[in-house]
């Protein structure tokens, strides 16, 4: 009896994915007015992150995460789009893209957009992964 009050509890509980049974992390940022809703985010080291990102602008953004020599090379102005690369990422207006990336090494990278003049307006922030 007690048993199956047991199994029966468990079957209560809500299912989680296995990313989530691993920890894994979403981060949430709204894009409006040309700019992140964050400036700052911390991650964990070795666990997948789910950025989910909404464009609530008019105009396109993209989303570039990478260390300072990635953001260097885009802010030169290198490639038109992006989506092959979690990384790298279109912001089309008025849409929400999903990306998971995990940080293999702690430290700091960075996350920003350079289109024309956007990176320069302040539209980037930083990662510190622990």
């Given at each position: 009896?007690?048993?199956?009050?047991?199994?029966?509890?468990?079957?209560?509980?809500?299912?989680?994915?296995?990313?989530?049974?691993?920890?894994?992390?979403?981060?949430?940022?709204?894009?409006?007015?040309?700019?992140?809703?964050?400036?700052?985010?911390?991650?964990?080291?070795?666990?997948?992150?789910?950025?989910?990102?909404?464009?609530?602008?008019?105009?396109?953004?993209?989303?570039?995460?990478?260390?300072?020599?990635?953001?260097?090379?885009?802010?030169?102005?290198?490639?038109?789009?992006?989506?092959?690369?979690?990384?790298?990422?279109?912001?089309?207006?008025?849409?929400?893209?999903?990306?998971?990336?995990?940080?293999?090494?702690?430290?700091?990278?960075?996350?920003?957009?350079?289109?024309?003049g956007h990176y320069a307006y302040g539209m980037?922030?930083?990662?510190?992964?622990?």
């Amino acid at each position: 009896m007690r048993a199956a009050a047991l199994l029966l509890a468990l079957l209560a509980l809500p299912a989680c994915t296995a990313a989530e049974a691993r920890g894994a992390r979403e981060v949430a940022i709204d894009v409006h007015w040309s700019a992140f809703s964050t400036g700052a985010i911390e991650v964990p080291r070795g666990v997948p992150v789910r950025f989910v990102v909404r464009n609530d602008d008019p105009i396109a953004h993209e989303l570039i995460v990478g260390d300072l020599g990635v953001q260097q090379r885009h802010e030169k102005g290198t490639e038109p789009k992006h989506g092959a690369r979690p990384t790298e990422r279109d912001l089309p207006p008025g849409e929400t893209v999903e990306t998971t990336i995990t940080f293999d090494t702690a430290g700091t990278q960075f996350f920003a957009c350079h289109l024309p003049g956007h990176y320069a307006y302040g539209m980037r922030g930083i990662i510190t992964v622990l």
